[in-house]
Nanobody, 119 residues
Framework: QVQLVESGGGLVQAGGSLRLSCAAS????????MAWYRQAPGKQRELVAR???????DVADSVKGRFTISRDNSKSTVYLRMNDLKPEDTAVYFC?????????????WGQGTQVTASS
């Protein structure tokens, strides 16, 4: 079955950095757009960044210039490098796999990893 396993979350001081990883299994990784979402307490889940199999990226304005998404298709892994973290970045971060076409599969989600940036 499909599994997305996130790692790399934690507690950092404001201005610090973290790198999240999401290892995928059970899918043909090159058929999927990979994305990072986040959800803060009391707020809706929001898209942080996404990356196509060809490594075209789309990054939310709120994190542009601070966060970088990348992927290693040989390892079926997507990364989110987060620099200059701010308290407002505190949230649970989720990895998602979205098929290029519905006939190729279905959307899957990881369990989430907590990121806390303290002021």
């Amino acid at each position: 079955q499909v599994q997305l396993v996130e790692s790399g979350g934690g507690l950092v001081q404001a201005g610090g950095s973290l790198r999240l990883s999401c290892a995928a299994s059970g899918i043909l990784f090159s058929n999927y757009v990979m994305a990072w979402y986040r959800q803060a307490p009391g707020k809706q889940r929001e898209l942080v960044a996404r990356i196509t199999p060809g490594s075209s990226t789309d990054v939310a304005d709120s994190v542009k210039g601070r966060f970088t998404i990348s992927r290693d298709n040989s390892k079926s892994t997507v990364y989110l490098r987060m620099n200059d973290l701010k308290p407002e970045d505190t949230a649970v971060y989720f990895c998602a796999a979205q098929p290029l076409s519905p006939r190729l599969g279905y959307e899957s989600w990881g369990q989430g990893t907590q990121v806390t940036a303290s002021s």
